[in-house]
């Protein structure tokens, strides 16, 4: 039984094969012009000319790459076939460098020419190398409103800790500063004369705020440090009306003034964005009568004043996104925990951007910096700007040189002198429409370093014979009885001509012989004149007009269309390619037989996973989606496999007994009386709280069922101790109160049942006689109208008979004497 399940697959495995390799004949020989042709993936064209054509059949023009290599000169000679291939030149090919003094080379090679055929892919290899001492120049951006008076006391002291840890990191440190408030307008800011020179006062001080202003650079970037406490301890605060800032005003200048910030051209640009408040975009300026947009521009004065907060509105996050890429600049917002969510959507639409909690002392910012400066220089992103009508994609192994080659861009736990190698893929969609766009120029280079891989890119998108200088380009061609032009071996007729060699004129439909009915079919075999979507005219198939102009049959024989293809979700090829012929040409990274499956593994992998794991290494990718394993019982679920409720890792069940028996008293453990089992680290607060590191130092919370019905929280996560700092120990936070719920009066509930029901029962009764009674008086009272009503009359039985008769004598006369 097996083997016929082999050999069925193996006849299946072959019908796929061939049936592509058709499809791929078809849509090659389907091609009519040497330009479409070379549009399409892995075809050729022979452009010989029409008199030099050999064989009993027609010349099939334009066929696949593999038919060309099989049948060779027996098809088109050689030096008529027309094929172009991707073709990559080195213009710049420095080794890599990272020796500490000395002008860092991190990325080879650094510019080549590449030449992309449309629909076929080219891979280069891209090496990567972190250099040792790497300048770093961070800018600390700062809300100055009345209510961050608080952090900028603070961190003016820590001016000092921050250069020390930072030149931990690299010797070549350079810090600066600024603040922000919002536009000086209403409704954003009172324009009250009292309240433009002061808007408010500073808490206990009872001291006057400065007047309001949108952005000022307080402090240039600077390698002297000592600069910075003053600076900071001298930057104006003062106040608004409304809850937003001005904070992306701010953070575009510093990103635009190049000069004015100080920003070195081969450093790391780090700007710590750092409020307690949300921020407003683009738009919002119209409140105020502000309509014009952003213009991206430095406009900052003498004194480092922004001078265009009333003339312009607030940029948008994707004008932010656009300058932050173009700048290599590297943001990251230091918020008040109130803040966090709000920053953290922000930063996923900001590219190099990331998120941190800032304590109420702002002890904390400098281990913020350092940890988000680590990630930085530890981790490697590939980012680009490539043209639309440009695909790419990034494989690599990163460090696990033995590993499996997958798709990604980023790779982390690298040092100095690390090598990482990238495989890129290139892959040109569509020809564009403008024949200037052919020729463009593109970056590939890492996240927030300011050297790349310059790419000078020409797309394939029409073939050389089609230039009038080609020798074999000729006009009013005889081949074409003078009323063509000879283009690429085929004729191109003039207006009024038709026909292979422009031997027909007109537009009028006539009979044709039989030899020309026989050129608008494939074979003999096939009966239907132009497969029966056409007009045999002159040897030369018309294909017939659908109603919708965006349907269309072609092809040599128009046997070929682009709307018969599968449709998904009531789309052809789902919306995700084109019906070339039958076939869903589908998008980069996109397959299946209607375009609706993700060919690309990046979606399976967790943004914030160090291993880059497909499926966190628990769960199979299917166009691009995971689909987990189960093993010994355990099933992982999650968007990435990431869960698992069950697993040792996830402890709530393991610990919930020690928590409940040590914090609450309660529980199996003290039935027992075994509390002294549990030797783990329990500290009791008022309440159990969710914080954004929790993801990075691998905290759960629990929320468990105990005993008397009651639920407790606890939070468990895991600490180095012990000498060797590789003991891996439990530190717990249990809420010291439990949720429980109040115990039943039984008493209470038993008398309140038996009055409820003693006190329904007595008003349906007391319901029921009113309306019997209303019933009754109605009833009697209908009676009494009737009676009324009614009239009584003397009559005589009709039925009676008396007892005796009397009858009168006709003849007797009373009044007769005799």
């Known amino acids: 039984m097996s083997r016929w399940m082999i050999f069925l697959f193996l006849i299946q495995l072959f019908c796929l094969v061939f049936c592509q390799y058709k499809d791929a004949e078809s849509l090659c020989a389907s091609q009519q012009t040497c330009k479409y042709c070379l549009q399409t993936p892995r075809c050729v064209w022979c452009s010989t000319p029409v008199y030099h054509q050999s064989g009993n059949g027609p010349l099939v023009r334009c066929v696949t790459r593999e038919k060309f290599l099989k049948e060779g000169d027996h098809w088109c000679q050689k030096s008529d076939v027309i094929d172009a291939r991707d073709n990559i030149t080195l213009l710049e090919n420095k080794p890599l460098s990272s020796t500490k003094r000395s002008s860092p080379v991190q990325i080879q090679p650094q510019r080549i020419h590449l030449t992309l055929r449309r629909g076929e892919e080219y891979r280069l290899i891209l090496r990567y190398s972190q250099a040792e001492d790497y300048p770093v120049d961070l800018y600390y951006l700062m809300d100055l409103s009345a209510s961050m008076v608080t952090y900028r006391d603070r961190l003016s002291e820590l001016g000092l800790q921050l250069a020390e840890a930072m030149r931990n990191l690299t010797s070549n440190f350079r810090l600066g500063f600024g603040s922000f408030v919002d536009k000086v307008v209403l409704p954003m800011t009172s324009t009250e004369p009292e309240k433009l020179k002061q808007p408010c006062v500073l808490g206990t001080t009872r001291k006057p705020c400065a007047p309001p202003y949108g952005y000022k650079n307080q402090m240039p970037l600077t390698e002297n440090l000592n600069l910075f406490k003053t600076n900071v301890q001298k930057a104006p605060v003062s106040g608004n009306l409304d809850s937003p800032e001005g904070g992306l005003d701010a953070l575009m200048q510093v990103m635009v003034c190049t000069k004015e910030i100080g920003w070195r051209q081969n450093a790391r640009h780090l700007i710590i964005f750092s ?74 639409s900001i590219s190099g951007s990331s998120t941190g909690t800032i304590n109420s002392d702002s002890q904390n910012v400098v281990s913020l910096v350092s940890r988000e400066y680590e990630k930085l220089v530890n981790s490697i992103t590939m980012t680009d700007n490539a043209p639309k009508m440009i695909d790419v994609k990034y494989f690599s192994r990163c460090l696990d040189k033995k590993g499996e080659l997958k798709e990604r861009q980023e790779c982390g736990g690298l040092r100095v002198s690390d090598v990482v190698e990238f495989e890129v893929v290139l892959q040109a969609t569509e020809c564009p429409t403008n024949a200037e766009e052919t020729k463009t120029t593109m970056q590939i280079k890492p996240r927030g370093i300011n050297e790349s891989l310059t790419i000078d890119l020409s797309i394939i998108c029409s073939c050389p014979c089609e230039d009038p200088q080609y020798p074999g380009y000729k006009e009013n061609s005889e081949d074409c009885r003078g009323n063509g032009t000879l283009v690429c071996g085929i004729c191109s007729c003039n207006d009024g001509f038709y026909g292979k ?243 039943i009066n039984v008493l209470g509930v038993a008398v309140g049942l038996i009055i409820s029901t003693v006190i329904i029962g007595f008003l349906i009764l007391l319901i029921w006689k009113i309306l019997t009674t209303i019933h009754d008086k109605q009833e009697f009272a209908r009676f009494e109208r009737q009676r009324a009503l009614a009239k009584w009359d003397k009559g005589e039985n009709p039925l009676y008979k008396k007892a005796t008769s009397t009858f009168k004598n006709p003849t007797f006369n009373e009044n007769s004497k005799d």
């Open 501 to 743: 060699q422009c031997e027909c004129e007109g537009n009028e439909v006539r009979a044709e012989s039989e030899a020309a009915m026989a050129n608008c079919k494939p074979d003999n075999d096939t009966t239907e004149i132009c497969s029966g979507h056409g007009i045999c005219k002159c040897g030369v198939c018309d294909c017939v007009k659908r109603p919708n102009p965006q349907e269309v049959f072609y092809g040599k024989y128009c046997e070929c269309d682009n709307f018969s293809c599968k449709r998904s979700g009531g789309l052809v090829c789902g919306g995700r390619g084109k019906c070339e012929c039958g076939t869903c040409n589908c998008l980069p990274g996109w397959g299946g037989e209607t375009c609706d499956c993700k060919e690309t593994n990046s979606t399976c992998i967790p943004t914030n996973s160090e291993t880059m794991e497909i499926c966190s290494g628990r769960g199979d990718c299917i166009c691009g989606n995971c689909y987990c394993h189960e093993n010994d019982n355990i099933r992982y679920s999650g968007q990435y496999c990431e869960e698992c409720p069950i697993c040792p890792g996830q402890r709530c069940k393991e610990l919930k007994n020690c928590v409940e028996c040590m914090v609450h008293n309660a529980g199996p453990l003290v039935q027992n009386r075994s509390c002294d089992q549990c030797l783990h680290d329990i500290h009791i607060v008022d309440k159990v709280e969710e914080h954004p590191e929790d993801e990075e130092t691998g905290a759960h919370i629990c929320r468990t069922p105990g005993d008397a019905g009651c639920t407790f929280v606890f939070k468990y996560e895991y600490y180095r101790g012990g000498s060797g700092g590789d003991i891996k120990i439990f530190k717990i936070l249990a809420e010291k109160e439990r949720a429980c719920p109040e115990p």
């Open 275 to 348: 409020t307690d408040a949300s921020f407003h975009v683009a738009g919002d300026g119209k409140l105020a009568g502000i309509i014009e947009p952003n213009d991206c521009l430095c406009h900052l004065n003498d004194e480092g004043f922004y001078t265009y907060s009333l003339l312009q509105d607030y940029p948008s996050i994707a004008q932010i996104n656009r300058i932050a890429r173009e700048h290599n600049m590297n943001i990251i917002f230091a918020v008040t925990s109130q803040r966090n969510t709000t920053y953290k959507l922000l930063s996923r």
